[in-house]
Structures are given as structure tokens and as C-alpha cells.
Nanobody, 122 residues
Framework: QVQLVESGGGLVQAGGSLRLSCAAS????????MGWFRQAPGKEREFVAV????????YSSDSVKGRFTISRDNAKNTVYLQMNSLKPEDTAVYYC???????????????WGQGTLVTVSS
């Protein structure tokens, strides 16, 4: 079992940056693919980015490509989402999640954090 706790959300002006962290506890964290998802008010949850267990492969959605970077530090059991050039449409609750293999569908993820709110003002 893996427990996930996100942090780093907050209020930022458009064009600014934030770094989200997801701290994991439990065994075998470094064997899981880790993903970030987000859910804006009144909208469905959407995929943001994913990183494989060794950190070699990453993939991001078109809406954040070139602005957001996913990374992980297995020694610290932590995955990060560096968010630059933030836009008001990035406002959402951001969730990290763990899966057995690389995936962009939320249904493929076994474990989820509680989420952290990111608000981008115009």
C-alpha cells in the first residue's frame, strides 16, 4: 500500500511559478509510475503528467507541455511538479497518483493523494 500527500499549492499570479510535491510512504514506492492529475471546479479530472518508476520517461498533456515538468527523487520518496508560466485556466485541485505502469487514464491508478489547491489569478 502507498500513501500519498501533496503539498505546495497556493495562490499565484498569472505568469508565476509553483512547485508541487507529493510525498509517498509505504513499500515499493520506487516501483510505481507516478502521475499528476487536476480537477477544476465544475470540470472532470484531467491528466497532467506522468513519470516512470526510474524517472527515465515522462509524458505531459498538450495543455501543460513546455510549462510543467514532472520529476521524482526515489531516495526521498517524492515526486514533483514544477509549474511555470501559470495561467488562470491552470486553477484546479492537483492530485498525485500511483500506478503499476505508465498511463494517462485515472482508472489505471491505484493510489491517490488528497489533493492540493492551486489558484492562478489574472
Amino acid at each position: 500500500q502507498v500513501q500519498l500527500v501533496e503539498s505546495g499549492g497556493g495562490l499565484v499570479q498569472a505568469g508565476g511559478s509553483l512547485r508541487l510535491s507529493c510525498a509517498a510512504s509505504g513499500r515499493y514506492f520506487n516501483t510505481y509510475t507516478m502521475g499528476w492529475f487536476r480537477q477544476a471546479p465544475g470540470k472532470e479530472r484531467e491528466f497532467v503528467a506522468v513519470i516512470t518508476w526510474g524517472g527515465v520517461s515522462t509524458y505531459s498533456s498538450d495543455s501543460v507541455k513546455g510549462r510543467f515538468t514532472i520529476s521524482r527523487d526515489n531516495a526521498k520518496n517524492t515526486v514533483y511538479l514544477q509549474m511555470n508560466s501559470l495561467k488562470p485556466e491552470d486553477t484546479a485541485v492537483y492530485y498525485c497518483a500511483a500506478a503499476r505502469s505508465i498511463a494517462t487514464m485515472g482508472a489505471r491508478y491505484e493510489y491517490w493523494g488528497q489533493g492540493t489547491l492551486v489558484t492562478v489569478s489574472s
